[in-house]
């Protein structure tokens, strides 16, 4: 990456900087290529935070079937935690995890699971686990609350064998011949997935993330303390693929202590880090044995730290100064953080980062953990959390007695409750992704850049003024 102009002696955040188009030979987005150069396995450079709002297991497999990676949350139980990376791997790879219920659950539960949108659809079980049928979600919406889901079934909704799916584009292919929109997949008999067609365009478009047994990708988030090794070692038995040791303040010796500590079992998985925000800091957890390092204090959404403790870096700064340090030693960066607009992601990326981890931005979507909940103006939101928040520290240590709860509560920071929106025209974190990964492909092209690698090398950045940030805003009404 080169600054177009003098190199600022000041930090910067990614509204601070812009990005300046270069001579470039890419003819399509298309031919451009996201794959990160971690050593992950992803296929894009999306990973999703290890927060209990944001990465439950439905949303870790989606991301992967799409190229990134979802990091489960280090305050679930060892067990679910465990459970959680089997049911990911069992997910379908070709076909889209169908959302199963019973034919006696009414409307209202299934709109606290899903919204009444085109593309979407709910497979009923019955109670010995057959099928039962299959409606699609935008039948919600004219139908009563307290009306069972059974009774919404008039017939047998057309189904696809998986048999004849042989790719995304047959897939596509029979649902247009079909006029089918969704659709359970049949294998003799039993769902092992459902399709709609905007999912069967992104099979010719993404590629999964899949391990070396063709199952799809998953991360897990362990804390500092405790046993950590018997919890990685419990972790890489369950099928784990990356391990993230976070802690809110990554350079300190508790860290460096289970960096090592992790490292000297050989698990065969990449180690990340953080977080950190400086070149001292990446030298040492490297050192410790950390392939990849996790940055950013203080951008998140949900977070309060600097304003808390005045403790924290810009993040284009951070990801700048650290990913240079990083390389250098054979490590990489994850820019975790402080992304609001597709155009931070290329901004990261163009910092130097591997991959962009991303928060509350996908805590409103359908595949978060929690219940879609209906606001007074009709809005659907879910809610979003800190995980430094007191309802981060109660779930986290709500085991404890009430004296040391009391006394960890005390001292918690962060937001504990915000409504994330569901935006009505992007639903699924697959739409974010649509929009996400077309306007990094194209921030590429802009530099002739068409892999990872090439666009660390060929970005041109410029700084600008606050006027400068809002100028590219696009106007919320017409002239």
């Known amino acids: 990456m080169r600054f177009i102009g003098e190199i600022p002696s000041h930090d910067l955040t990614y509204s601070d900087v812009f990005l300046v188009p270069g001579r470039s030979d890419i003819v399509s987005r298309l031919d451009v290529d996201l794959a990160p ?15 209990n709002s944001v990465t439950g297991p439905r949303l870790a497999a989606t991301l992967a079937r799409r190229g990134g990676l979802g ?3 280090q305050d679930m139980p060892l067990q679910d935690l465990d459970a959680a990376i089997r049911w990911v791997k069992s997910q379908p790879v070709a076909f889209d995890t169908p959302l199963v219920m019973a034919p ?6 299934a709109l606290r699971r899903i919204p009444p949108v085109e593309g979407h659809g709910i497979v009923l079980h019955d109670d010995a686990g057959r099928y039962a049928g299959c409606i699609t979600a935008s039948r919600l919406a004219t139908a009563l609350p307290d009306a069972q889901l059974g009774d919404l079934v008039h017939g047998a909704l057309a189904s696809i064998d998986a048999d004849d799916v042989t790719g995304g584009r047959a897939a596509f292919d029979l649902m247009v011949a079909a006029e089918l929109d969704f659709a359970p997949v049949l294998h003799h008999g039993a769902v092992v997935g459902t399709l709609s067609r905007k999912s069967a365009l992104r099979a010719t478009l993404y590629r999964p993330a899949l391990d070396g047994d063709g199952r799809l990708r998953v991360a897990a988030a362990l804390g500092i303390n405790g046993d950590i090794q018997a919890k990685a070692e419990a ?20 860290m460096l202590r289970a960096i090592k500590a992790v490292k000297s079992l050989g698990l065969g998985v990449p180690i990340v880090a953080g977080n950190v925000v400086t070149a001292s800091a990446v030298q040492d957890l490297v050192d410790a044995g950390a392939d990849i390092l996790k ?3 203080g951008p998140g959404a949900m977070c309060t730290t600097r304003m808390m403790t005045a403790v924290g870096r810009p993040q284009f700064s951070a990801v700048l100064e650290t990913a240079e340090a990083a390389r250098a030693l054979g490590a990489r960066v994850w820019a975790d953080g402080g992304v609001r607009y597709p155009r931070d992601v290329a901004l990261a990326l163009a910092a130097g980062a591997s991959s962009v981890m991303i928060g509350s931005w996908f805590a409103g979507t359908i595949e978060a ?3 879609l909940n209906r606001g007074a103006d009709g809005t659907l939101f879910k809610e979003s959390w800190g995980m430094a928040s007191t309802k981060a520290v109660h779930e986290r240590f709500g085991r404890l007695d009430p004296y040391e709860l009391a006394r960890k509560t005390l001292f918690a920071e962060g937001i504990s409750s ?7 025209l992007r639903p699924s974190i697959e739409d974010l992704l649509d929009m996400i990964t077309s306007g990094v492909r194209s921030s590429f092209t802009y530099a002739g850049a068409s892999s990872v690698a090439q ?10 003024s606050a006027a400068g940030y809002e100028e590219g805003k696009a106007l919320p009404v017409s002239w």
Do not use: W, Y
């Not at 972790?235 to 508790?254: F, K, N, P, R």
């Not at 666009?455 to 600008?464: N, S």
């Open 235 to 254: 972790l890489a038995a369950a099928g784990v693929d990356v391990l993230v040791i976070d802690t809110a303040h990554g350079h300190q010796e508790g």
């Open 37 to 51: 150069d971690d050593r992950t396995g992803a296929t894009i450079p999306i990973v999703s935070a290890n927060m």
């Open 455 to 464: 666009f660390h090398e060929r970005a041109l950045v410029g700084v600008q």
């Open 418 to 424: 915000s409504k994330i929106a569901l935006d009505p």
């Open 104 to 109: 006696g659950d009414t409307v209202a539960d």
């Open 71 to 73: 990091v489960l949350p």
């Open 369 to 371: 953990p929690g219940e």
């Open 295 to 297: 940055v950013g204090v």
